[in-house]
């Protein structure tokens, strides 16, 4: 998977759908397929509405994005349920720490919790229902040069994000 093949599916559908020119709006990793899609087609966007984007930087994506998974992967389902486990508790920790792997007190995010187990039970039950694309999504959207490609965009755009998000910068 990669953010521009997940882009140009977005673009095949809207033509599919006969919309010519739109605003694309994304959250988290879809803010990197919205982006992307105004630079395959900029013609068509009137701009951009970026909610929490995951934007690394070089150093970031090197440390970060190749151990985003650690102790999740392989997403394989297991008979016990233990898949389901250590992605929940991979959405726990992310309201823990940032990064979510490394649990010093270095790394304690320092906002109000948010840790609602309804909330991530519902996450995790959705993210596992293509078990397979789980981690490739994940690894693509970590890996995407966001900013550097934002830099290159001309259009108008506005980013926002709660304060709580993981990704809020």
């Known amino acids: 998977q990669s953010i521009e093949a997940l882009a140009q599916d977005a673009l095949d559908v809207l033509d599919r759908l006969g919309i010519g020119r739109f605003t694309a709006w994304g959250h988290n990793g879809g803010a990197a397929v919205a982006l992307e899609a105004a630079r395959l087609a900029p013609s068509r966007v009137d701009g951009l509405v970026l909610d929490a984007p995951i934007a690394l930087t070089a150093s970031e994506r090197e440390s970060i994005a190749s151990r985003w998974l650690e102790g999740v992967e392989p997403v394989t ?8 486990v250590r992605a929940w508790h991979m959405c726990r920790d992310q309201a823990l720490w940032w990064p979510w792997f490394d649990r010093r007190d ?14 991530m039970t519902v996450e995790i039950r959705e993210q596992m229902k293509q078990p397979a694309s789980f981690a490739p999504a994940w690894q ?25 998000d993981l990704f809020a910068q």
């Open 140 to 164: 693509a959207v970590m890996r995407y040069p966001f900013a550097e490609r934002l830099a290159g965009w001309r259009g108008p755009v506005t980013m926002m994000a709660a304060e709580s």
């Open 106 to 119: 270095a790394c304690a995010r320092r906002v109000p919790l948010r840790i609602d187990p309804d909330a």
């Open 77 to 84: 389902p297991t008979w016990e349920g233990t898949h389901l």
